[in-house]
């Protein structure tokens, strides 16, 4: 009865299987977004109200607060007013998806063409 078994051949190599394929990440070349091009200093910075930053940002007064409360925007203090410096506004906005989206489609962005791209 063993003898009618019928015998089944292996392959020897394991190079008859398939090989896989290599995946290559495709070049892509880097876009200047305004974060990228707003890391230089500025010999004379500009100085706005905590009201206008969050109208030119399209976000409210709070979230500008948020940020000068977490010391992540520059600010000064003059008299009983909060300053805000405008290059660090904007790095600020584009660091969050969420906010970098309404600086583009409520504050300042709505009137740059190269932004809705």
């Known amino acids: ?20 394929r290599k995946k290559y990440k495709k070049k892509t070349e880097k876009k200047e977004t305004p974060a990228t091009v707003l890391t230089k200093q500025v010999k004379n ?44 506004i904007f790095r600020y906005l584009h660091k969050s998806k969420k906010l970098s989206n309404k600086l583009r489609e409520y504050g300042v962005g709505q009137y740059i ?4 791209e």
């Open 1 to 20: 009865m063993i003898d009618k078994i019928p015998k089944i051949d292996y392959p020897d190599k394991i190079s008859s299987l398939p090989k896989k």
């Open 45 to 88: 910075p500009l100085w706005i109200s905590i009201s206008m930053a969050a109208q030119l940002g399209g976000v409210n007064s709070k979230t500008i607060r948020r940020a000068i409360q977490a010391k992540k925007i520059r600010y000064k203090i003059t008299g009983n007013r909060y300053f805000v410096d405008f290059i660090s």
């Open 113 to 116: 063409i190269k932004w809705r």
